[in-house]
C-alpha cells in the first residue's frame, strides 16, 4: 500500500492533465481579465485530425462577441501541454470580432515574440466523443500591443470528426 501511495503521489500534472474542470458540457469557460466568459454551446466545438501520424486537436468557443481558440498540434492525448514561443506548434487566441467590420475584428495571441512561457493546456479526460481540461494564458495583441490574462479556464466539448 505504501508503495501504491508513492507511485500516485509521484504522478506528475504533465503526464495527466489535472483536473477536468467546471465547464458545463459542450462549452468553454474561462475570466478574460477578471470578466466572465462562457461559450454558446452551439458555437463550441473539438476537432482531432491526423495526417502524416501527426494528430492536430482544434478547440473552439464563442459567445455573441468573443472568441477562445485553441490548437495543439503533435497533440498525444491527455496531459498538459505548455504555451511558449519554443514550441509554435501549440497556440492559443482570444478574439474580439467586429461583425460590422471584420477588418476592425482584434485578435490576442499566445504565444507572442519573446514571451517565454505564457500559458498551460490541459487535457485531463478524453474518450472517443468528449474532451475535457483546462487551460490559462496571457495573450498579445500584435495591432496594439495590449495583453490579455485568460485565467481559470475549462473546457468540456464535444468531438466533431
Known amino acids: 500500500m505504501i508503495g501504491s501511495l508513492v507511485t500516485l503521489s509521484s504522478c506528475s500534472k504533465s503526464d495527466d492533465g489535472g483536473d477536468g474542470g467546471d465547464a458545463a458540457a459542450g462549452t468553454i469557460t474561462a475570466k ?19 495526417a502524416s501520424n501527426q494528430t492536430t486537436l482544434v478547440m473552439q468557443g464563442n459567445t455573441q462577441s468573443q472568441a477562445i481558440n485553441m490548437i495543439i498540434n503533435g497533440y498525444n492525448g491527455v496531459g498538459s501541454y505548455e504555451l511558449s514561443d519554443s ?21 490576442w495571441n499566445a504565444p507572442f515574440q519573446n ?11 478524453q474518450t472517443s466523443t468528449n474532451i475535457k481540461g483546462t487551460f490559462s494564458f496571457t495573450c498579445k ?16 466539448l464535444e468531438i466533431m470528426n
Not at 32 to 50: D, K, P, R
Not at 115 to 121: K, R
Request: hydrophobic content about 30%; charged content about 10%; cysteine-free.
Open 141 to 156: 495583441n500584435t495591432n496594439d500591443g495590449s495583453t490579455k490574462n485568460i485565467t481559470e479556464g475549462s473546457f468540456n
Open 87 to 107: 514550441n509554435v506548434f501549440i497556440i492559443a487566441s482570444y478574439i474580439e470580432p467586429n461583425i460590422s467590420n471584420p477588418l476592425n475584428s482584434q485578435t
Open 115 to 125: 514571451s517565454g512561457v505564457v500559458g498551460e493546456i490541459n487535457v485531463s479526460e
Open 32 to 50: 478574460v481579465n477578471g470578466s466572465q466568459f462562457t461559450s454558446l454551446e452551439i458555437t463550441s466545438f473539438a476537432s482531432l485530425t491526423t
